[in-house]
């Protein structure tokens, strides 16, 4: 199969790393039941040049960034460098990492929209079956409103990975996959800006 990215990298450092991001592709395509139209992907081995060329806070530990727009370039911590912050990275979190990140591509792709988040982060958590690292990740499991969760800015203010997963799980295991995807819909026309933040918080009584 022709994959639509090519991957910039050492392969001395990161020999064999095209499998990962082949994986990651796949499954997000038979999800979606759709292909992505061709892009790049970055593998960097700097944190400072990564979150300088990303405009990150310098002290940012983000380990990737998807792009906004479905033929973006994709820019990816090189595992090697992310083993070296992070003495628990392995393999197993990297290709989940990649998964989570090539839904959000083909999300974009599919309904371009950036909100509402929290459905956003909720739908690539679920993809890449990451129940227990966010677990783990998130011991206290605040809950914040959902105006809080809505838009990039208070994103990663709060960073609520684990309650866009609980809360998104509970609307596909409740009422099913097509019936969220119809919710998105939705929004195109009706609670996608970022000035009704709180609208797709009740938005989610017309699943019913």
């Keep these: 199969m022709k994959y639509p990215f090519k991957i910039k990298y050492n392969p001395k450092i990161d020999r064999g790393i095209e499998k990962y991001f082949q994986k990651a592709y796949d499954i997000n395509s038979k999800y979606f039941k759709m292909n992505l139209p061709n892009f790049k992907i970055k593998i960097w081995y700097s944190r400072e040049e990564f979150n300088k060329h990303l405009r990150f806070p310098k002290n940012s530990k983000f380990h990737a960034n998807s792009g906004m727009k479905s033929t973006d370039p994709m820019d990816v911590m090189s595992p090697s460098t992310l083993k070296e912050e992070n003495n628990w990275f392995g393999q197993t979190f990297f290709q989940k ?112």
Aim: hydrophobic share 40%; glycine share 0%.
């Design 97 to 208: 990492l990649l998964i989570h990140e090539f839904c959000h591509r083909f999300f974009f792709q599919k309904w371009d929209v950036m909100f509402p988040l929290w459905i956003i982060e909720g739908i690539a958590c679920i993809i890449a079956k990451q129940e227990r690292e966010l677990y783990h990740r998130n011991k206290n499991r605040e809950i914040q409103p959902l105006s809080k969760i809505h838009n990039l800015r208070d994103w990663y203010k709060y960073n609520n990975y684990w309650q866009a997963y609980s809360m998104t799980k509970f609307l596909i295991t409740k009422y099913k996959k097509y019936k969220l995807e119809q919710l998105l819909n939705l929004s195109l026309i009706h609670i996608s800006e970022p000035t009704r933040p709180l609208y797709i918080s009740y938005a989610v009584f017309c699943l019913k």
